[in-house]
């Protein structure tokens, strides 16, 4: 091994402190599962299967488990329509074997917790490495990537928006997000995206003309999460056209053909990319769950990509004065351009209903490039100055954001008695009866759905489909859940407005057998509106299932399939 070899190797190793970072980050995402597994350890509480974000979102990944651990392939559960599989996932076909090793479907989601978020500090690691050598600005840079977070305070006070959407968009500028909130899948996305960059970077300077690993990496990433694929074939072809476009040639070692390497890594990434695009034109279940998302999520604006950004993108300015000597460089300034300049034009086109997912792992690049440019500004202050900017940067940049939003996870987890909000971590004991009693039940059919969080859980713990479940994968999700509430309500609403049809032919005309009740609405008013239609009630304490008699006219069915999306069928 040559003296250079060494040295880059030497380079390439992280230091104690850095070392002691990545465990932090580590620990910082298992905040949420830990508080989880400590009241239902010492409380008894009964966990839903959520680890963060939204419940519905958590129980949709985990039934996507169950039917690929089932069928490989899967389908969506959550509405009566007849199960189409046609959604192949890596994350999922993975959790899904882990269950068939015998691990528990929660746990084999959870799992991904840690392992992506020590992939991502790894990703993180190799793309600061390749633009800073060692010392101070390296582990500063690491650190701010890791740890870059707006806090909520200062999201919540930003005008002309609500507080989810910005409270969102900061989630996805947040490196470790994903892996804290409850989305691993997008985790290992990012880590997968550094790596591929970092790749890109080293193969493309040594004068390597094909990877089957670095197409392997790209084409993963955008298997994983689409938005960070486009990002990623994007900064590379950006790289490319600059190269050739400035003669930057001393950015790489030569060769016959460099711009191979390029082309067959976004070939490679391309292929999820048209996967997920065919999905979204082709599948029902994909085409509504693009128009609830429409309906549902508010606007983000493109300038509050920038707003959020700004406090490294500024600093990150000046690293523009600092000489290309290398394709990492010139990967680590088109990764963030490319990426805002991504979620600003889906912004202003209106083309997708979540722009900002564009962004992230953005605060990596970013925070080198910040690193570097404060570096070069202070190079002729005295050290002490340069530490004292340096240990600012890192307080008010990544302590008070990640300690805000940690902070938020931990009032998630200990909300008051059995209820959190958004992501429904915890469950009474009489509604898992009642879950548990569908799941035996050999009555065939759906359940109507629509009461609160236990509906999302329906396809979990029964394996039955639910009319709805879902704010977005249940067609016409804003719909069926005004009509589910107007049924459980009663009398005499639900004979003038659930088209013109009282609360039983309805209830059989969407295709459902079964209504089932959480200990949180009451079900007395539903089986009075029900009337003659209820053909057996089943208490479990505070929780009800009602099972509805069988059968409806094809005109009613038709009706509903209308107005209500899908194509209602008895089961």
């Not at 999922?92 to 015998?102: D, P």
Request: proline content about 6%.
């Amino acid at each position: 091994m040559s003296g250079d070899d060494r040295a880059n190797r030497r380079r390439s190793r992280p230091s104690a402190i850095e070392v002691s970072i990545m465990a932090l980050a580590v620990a910082a995402s298992m905040v949420t599962v830990s508080l989880i597994w400590w009241r239902v350890r010492t409380e008894g509480l009964i966990w839903t299967g959520s680890v963060g974000g939204l419940l519905d979102d958590s129980m949709q990944y985990l039934t996507w488990i169950k039917e690929s651990s089932q069928h490989v392939v899967a389908a969506n559960l959550f509405t009566l329509d007849p199960p189409t599989r046609v959604f192949a996932h890596p994350g999922i076909m993975a959790s899904a074997l882990l269950h068939r090793l015998g691990l528990p479907i929660p746990f084999s989601y959870a799992v991904w917790i840690p392992l992506s978020a020590a992939a991502l500090c790894a990703g993180a690691f190799a793309v600061v490495s390749s633009v800073i050598e060692s010392g101070w600005a390296r582990t500063v840079a690491l650190a701010l990537g890791l740890f870059y977070a707006v806090p909520s305070f200062v999201t919540g006070a930003i005008p002309g928006t609500t507080d989810v959407i910005a409270g969102l968009m900061a989630g996805d500028i947040r490196t470790l997000a994903p892996a804290s909130s409850g989305y691993p899948y997008s985790a290992l996305g990012i880590a997968l995206a550094c790596f591929s960059l970092a790749g890109y970077s080293r193969l493309r300077s040594a004068g390597v003309r094909f990877s089957p690993w670095l197409c392997a990496g790209v084409l993963v990433t955008g298997w994983l999460q689409p938005w960070l694929g486009a990002t990623v074939i994007l900064t590379i072809a950006a790289c490319e056209i600059v190269i050739r476009a400035t003669g930057l040639s001393r950015v790489a070692a030569g060769g016959r053909r460099p711009w191979i390497l390029a082309a067959g890594a976004s070939a490679a990434g391309s292929v999820p990319i048209v996967y997920y695009w065919w999905l979204g034109r082709t599948d029902p279940s994909w085409i509504a769950s693009e128009r609830n998302l429409d309906l549902i999520a508010g606007v983000q604006h493109w300038w509050l990509v920038l707003l959020l950004l700004a406090p490294l993108a500024i600093p990150a300015l000046l690293a523009l004065r600092v000489r290309v000597v290398t394709t990492a460089d010139l990967v680590t300034r088109a990764w963030p351009s490319v990426a805002m300049a991504q979620a600003i034009a889906l912004s202003v086109s209106g083309l997708a209903n979540s722009p900002s997912h564009a962004l992230r792992g953005v605060a990596i690049p970013l925070s080198a490039l910040a690193v570097i440019g404060v570096s070069r500004a202070t190079v002729r202050s005295p050290a002490a100055m340069r530490a004292g900017v340096a240990i600012t940067a890192v307080v008010a940049l990544a302590v008070l954001g990640s300690w805000s939003a940690i902070r938020g996870d931990v009032r998630a987890v200990r909300g008051p008695g059995l209820t959190s909000v958004l992501a429904g971590y915890f469950m009474p004991r009489d509604d898992q009866r009642a879950l548990d009693w569908l799941e035996r039940s050999s009555l065939p059919g759906g359940v109507l759905g629509g009461y609160g969080d236990i509906s999302a859980m329906v396809p979990l713990r029964t394996g039955r489909q639910v009319w709805m479940g879902h704010g977005s994968w249940s067609p016409n999700a804003p719909g069926r859940a005004a009509a589910v509430a107007l049924i459980a309500s009663g009398p005499p609403c639900c004979q003038q407005l659930l088209l013109m049809m009282d609360a039983g032919r309805f209830v059989r005309a969407t295709g459902s057998r079964f209504l089932l009740f959480p200990c949180s609405i009451p079900s007395a008013p539903a089986i009075k509106a029900l009337g003659s239609d209820v053909e057996s009630v089943h208490r479990f304490g505070c929780a009800t299932v009602i099972v509805v008699r069988a059968g409806a006219a094809d005109a009613d069915r038709a009706m509903v399939d209308r107005f209500y999306g899908g194509a209602a069928t008895d089961r």
